[in-house]
């Protein structure tokens, strides 16, 4: 069962999207004001061929939710050899998860 903030992936992007392999992030990247703009940078960088015109309000919003998208994607249950499925939520832990899955 997965459901912590290491199987979402949680800032295993921070090094792509400063441009620091030696970075360390306390706490998850979108919850840190200083990251806000390098997270914005980075998601317009890697999408501008297919945006075409966006809405500037809207940037930070859309550059979170690929943030997340990317996290999930490239957190360590990827390296599985069996099938998983990745029901885990950035910022979640493994208590939170055990208690949706009671609901």
């Not at 998850?28 to 806000?36: C, E, G, R, T, Y």
């Not at 966006?54 to 997340?68: E, G």
């Not at 999930?72 to 885990?88: A, D, E, M, P, R």
């Amino acid at each position: 069962m997965l459901g912590d903030c290491a199987s979402a992936g949680t800032n295993v992007m921070a090094s792509e999207i400063t441009g620091k392999s030696d970075i360390l992030v306390e706490y998850s990247m979108p919850w840190n004001d200083k990251l806000h703009q390098a997270i914005d940078f980075w998601y317009l960088k890697k999408n501008h061929k297919r945006l075409g015109l966006i809405d500037y309000n809207q940037v930070h919003y859309k550059a979170l939710d690929y943030l997340y998208d990317q996290e999930i994607k490239n957190s360590y249950w990827k390296h599985f050899k069996t099938k998983v499925t990745n029901l885990s939520k950035n910022g979640a832990t493994a208590y939170g998860y055990y208690k949706r899955l009671l609901k």
